[in-house]
């Protein structure tokens, strides 16, 4: 039998068949009207926007998208390119290193026996407690006190410490890395950290990247810390360029439009990238409620 | 693990020299191993977090009205201001209230949609586990100007609705958050809790339908409380979100006017720092981490104490 095939009568069945079709497809509305309204309404002009059926394009769409698009990387020197590759430096660049640094360590954590191992694995697990938005004010009062508010690192560097991300590590690892592939690699005579990452993070990959992923959301996600640190709007990773824009609505109502091309354009690489690495997401996320 | 592995009668001999070689190899590695984290954990985790509580134990004060401001130890000066700012425990309330409606509402839709994604009843699985997961591509600050525009009576293709309730007033305007958030968030915490049941040997069902319990009656008793700890880990990332909720109230400031420049504890702290009054935001970012972490503990061990009743 299939998973999930049901032994039940066909005529119950079609009831809650129905029903659970039902639930499912309100929801789907609820889920996918919103980013349907983004996508129709960046196909229209400021003026289209309020005067046009809402959920439905206009005759002119495809011409008016591609002057909209136009506008929204040339207005203000092409200010939301710049904000785009920044919040591919502080997300991507920022998950990629990360995600070695927490594997390095909880790596070590799950597969090598030293003092002071339970110690460090509960001072991460309580790292993983204190919450990303509590960090922002005392990090930016570090950052004032050596000089470096307002620059790329004070938003990269803080962002590559994940101690969720080490405790994934340990866990995996724990799992996935055989004590005995290690002890024949020291017998082939291969470094320590050669093996990490000739052969161990191998058996970690799918591990990795769902680190990475997780990492990657929190740095794109993290607000409060760009907000705190960055007055410069060329060093603005690209939610807060459109929070910015987004505000000065009211005095520019022409922002009004590229606030909404700009949030469509930023969330569609995100999107993308979620289909495209789905499998890793669904085999990993419930990782961490395993243990 | 590894040096455990190393019994004492192997040790010795002949094998010896090698032994201590591996093991010296072992303790440089996981230094290098640990080092990068530790040293960024120190810098970025560690000492912000007690420069913050130094910070929150110092008070400024001028020597008469046109003296130079000095920082001084203060004691508990800050925190005795904490405790009787009223517009902060507001904001608290505020979140609280939104933790106690929203969080349940959420996890039990998530529950709700995982479970039938795990049914025989559906079809098209795949489509609705991806329809359903996409909001969590949007940032909390997109979400929150997507549904701004959603919300405001000119430009919404609700406009039936949205022009008879404002739904940005300051009576409602708590709940249109809610909803910015759960639509972020539903699908993420489904996929958590669907994954959770995937991990379910099938067989543990088989019996209870052979014995002929229904649909509902395997989910209530069997499914529901084998994904308990995944429920539970879930419950513990809202609960820390919805206390450092940020994003998504500054961003509609912009759209209505009923959320003030204190709505949530976080919105307080930025606004007392812009002042600047960096040793009550100190003071306020002290209290806010050490309730959240109180609390999510609090949550973990209780649930823990359940469910192994």
Redesign the interface.
């Known amino acids: 039998?299939r998973?999930?095939?049901?032994?039940?009568g066909p005529r119950h069945?079609i009831m809650?068949?129905t029903?659970?079709?039902l639930?499912?497809g309100v929801?789907?509305l609820?889920?996918?009207?919103?980013?349907w309204?983004?996508l129709v309404?960046s196909t229209k002009t400021g003026g289209q926007?309020?005067g046009t059926a809402?959920?439905w394009f206009t005759m002119e769409s495809i011409p008016t998208f591609f002057s909209n698009i136009g506008r929204l990387f040339t207005y203000s020197d092409g200010v939301f390119g710049r904000w785009l590759l920044n919040s591919a430096i502080y997300a991507g660049l920022g998950a990629l290193l990360g995600t070695i640094?927490?594997a390095?360590?909880g790596?070590?954590?799950a597969?090598?026996?030293?003092k002071g191992r339970e110690a460090?694995f509960n001072?991460?697990l309580?790292?993983v407690?204190?919450?990303?938005?509590?960090?922002a004010?005392?990090?930016?009062?570090?950052f004032s006190?050596v000089k470096l508010t307002n620059t790329l690192w004070a938003v990269f560097?803080?962002s590559?410490?994940s101690?969720f991300g080490?405790y994934l590590a340990r866990i995996y690892a724990a799992a996935s890395v055989p004590?005995e592939l290690?002890?024949a690699a020291?017998l082939d005579g291969s470094?320590?950290?050669r093996t990490?990452f000739t052969v161990s993070t191998r058996l970690m990959a799918p591990a990795l990247v769902t680190i990475f992923l997780f990492q990657f959301?929190a740095i794109?996600?993290n607000?409060?810390l760009p907000?705190?640190m960055l007055r410069d709007q060329t060093l603005f990773p690209v939610?807060?360029g459109?929070?910015a824009w987004?505000?000065q609505?009211?005095q520019i109502p022409e922002l009004r439009v590229l606030?909404?091309v700009g949030?469509l354009v930023?969330?569609v690489p995100?999107?993308a990238?979620?289909?495209a690495l789905?499998r890793f997401?669904?085999?990993g996320?419930?990782a961490?409620?395993?243990k | 693990?590894?040096?455990?592995?190393i019994s004492p009668a192997l040790a010795k001999g002949a094998q010896k020299p090698r032994r201590t070689k591996?093991f010296a190899?072992?303790?440089?590695?996981?230094l290098?191993?640990?080092a990068?984290?530790?040293v960024?954990?120190l810098?970025?985790?560690a000492?912000?977090?007690v420069?913050?509580v130094v910070?929150s134990l110092l008070t400024v004060e001028r020597e008469g009205t046109f003296g130079a401001p000095q920082e001084v130890f203060g004691g508990f000066v800050q925190y005795q201001q904490v405790f009787q700012n009223t517009e902060f425990w507001r904001s608290v309330g505020r979140v609280v209230l939104f933790g106690v409606v929203q969080v349940p509402i959420m996890l039990g839709?998530a529950l709700?949609?995982a479970l039938?994604l795990?049914?025989?009843?559906?079809?098209g699985k795949k489509f609705?586990?991806?329809?359903?997961?996409?909001?969590?591509?949007?940032?909390?600050?997109?979400?929150a100007?997507?549904?701004?525009?959603?919300y405001s009576p000119?430009?919404?293709?609700f406009?039936l609705i949205t022009s008879e309730v404002n739904v940005l007033s300051a009576e409602l305007v708590l709940w249109a958050i809610a909803n910015v958030v759960t639509?972020v968030y539903?699908?993420y915490n489904m996929?958590?809790i669907?994954?959770?049941l995937?991990?379910i040997p099938?067989e543990i069902y088989?019996a209870a339908?052979l014995d002929g319990a229904?649909?509902i009656q395997i989910a209530w008793r069997i499914k529901i409380p084998l994904v308990v700890?995944?429920i539970?880990?879930t419950g513990?990332f809202s609960i820390?979100?919805t206390?450092?909720l940020?994003?998504e109230p500054?961003?509609l400031?912009?759209f209505s006017s009923a959320i003030s420049s204190t709505f949530t504890p976080?919105l307080a702290?930025?606004t007392t720092?812009s002042v600047p009054n960096?040793h009550l935001?100190?003071a306020f970012?002290v209290v806010?981490?050490l309730a959240?972490?109180i609390l999510?503990?609090v949550f973990l061990k209780a649930t823990q104490r359940k469910v192994s009743q």
Request: with cysteine.
């Open positions: 039998m998973r999930g095939d049901s032994p039940r069945s809650s068949r029903g659970a079709m639930i499912m929801f789907t609820y889920f996918l009207t919103p980013i309204w983004l309404s926007i309020t809402p959920l640094i927490a390095m360590c790596y070590a954590l597969k090598y026996e030293f460090i001072i991460v309580s790292g407690l204190v919450p990303a938005t509590a960090l004010l005392p990090l930016f009062l570090i006190e560097l803080p590559l410490v101690p080490v004590g290690l002890e020291r470094g320590e950290i990490f959301v794109w996600n607000f409060f907000l705190i939610t807060l459109l929070y987004n505000s609505i009211s606030v909404i949030a930023s969330i995100l999107i990238a979620f289909l789905q997401w669904s085999s996320l419930g961490g409620s395993v | 693990m590894t040096s455990s592995s591996t190899a072992q303790r440089r590695a996981v290098l191993f640990i990068p984290f530790a960024l954990f810098a970025f985790y000492i912000p977090i420069f913050a910070q839709l709700l949609f039938l795990d049914s025989p009843l559906l079809k609705f586990r991806l329809a359903f997961f996409a909001p969590y591509a949007v940032p909390g600050v997109i979400a100007i997507m549904w701004g525009f959603l000119t430009l919404s293709p406009g639509w539903v699908g996929l958590i669907y994954s959770s995937l991990a099938t088989e339908k229904s649909n700890p995944a539970i880990l513990v820390i979100g206390l450092q940020l994003a500054q961003t400031r912009s976080n702290v930025y720092a960096y935001a100190a970012s806010l981490a959240t972490f999510s503990f």
